[in-house]
């Protein structure tokens, strides 16, 4: 006796239309058709201003979709995420962004065929979810140096964000060379003083330029906490050429930790997954669910 068949797979596609320099509308609309050629039902919504991703997201909690798909850059994917109620539903990315941290880090392929693949098979891969408060975020938490450069760029942006608008905000920032002096306390108890700047992270890649200390994972259900204590621009300077160079390691300059929680106390501008979050003091764990994340099956963590 045959069994039922399976319900046809249902996709909402989150996209931001501005984003890959203006492609995203149509890169949605194409990732969207080719979908619907595999016989998946695929709806294309186009954000309009921001924010607009994560009420749609939110939206879409009481709605029988299978999975959302965030097409756009890291920012579009942390608005999404935050806007899901569940969190643990199913989510797919389309990489339209300036550096495409998640897609770097989990292999997502950037043609659209590649993903409509990808999004029709449906294979995930689960990933621990940050919180800062009560924002949800996938890559980092950043506050100090990193934060300011964000928080200059959010003062400072219009239109679309390319790589080369990331240059004025990072020169501004070396120029002004702002001092932080912060504080970290982990869930162990151990307490770290007198710290320039604190990263708070779930991958390897910073920026899709920078490799970050060897033992940061993805697949660690931990959040991994770089400390910076250099203060002087060179220091910093060396410090990017090492992470260019897949060089950065702990040292005097740089404590590194995992925990599941930690403080960061002093006042610094905190960035998340790249937008401008605010200013420290800052509590930070993990949430109690994970993210499944679509991969390609050869992604899939073992």
Known sequence: MNGSPSPQRRLLLVCNPIAGGGRGRVIGEQLAEAL??????????????????????????????????????????????????????????????????????LGLPRRVEAAADML???????????????????????????????????????GTLGKRKWAGPILHTVWHWPQFSLRATFADGEVLDDLSSVLVTRVKNYGGVLHLTPDVSCDSGLLHVLCFRQRARAAW????????????????NLVVRTTTSLRVDGDA?????????????????????????????TQRAR
């Open 36 to 105: 619907r050629a595999r016989g998946v039902a695929a709806e294309c919504y186009l954000t309009s201003a921001a924010g607009d991703g994560q009420l749609r997201a939110r939206a879409a909690g009481s709605e029988p979709w299978h999975a959302l798909v965030a097409i756009g850059g890291d920012g579009t994917i942390n608005e999404v995420l935050n806007g899901m109620p569940d969190p643990s539903r199913p989510l797919g990315v389309f990489p339209l962004g300036t550096a495409n941290v998640l897609a770097v880090e």
């Open 120 to 158: 029709a098979a449906g294979h995930t891969r689960a990933l621990a979810i940050g919180r800062c408060g009560e924002r949800r975020f996938l890559l980092f938490c950043g506050i100090g140096v990193d934060g300011a450069v964000v928080k200059r760029l959010s003062e400072v942006r219009t």
């Open 237 to 252: 300077l060396w410090q990017g050429l090492r992470g260019i160079c897949r060089r950065m390691r702990a040292g005097r």
């Open 269 to 297: 501008p905190l960035q998340l997954d790249g937008d401008f979050a605010g200013t420290s003091p800052a509590a930070i764990d993990l949430l109690g669910q994970t993210a499944q994340l679509i991969v390609p099956e």
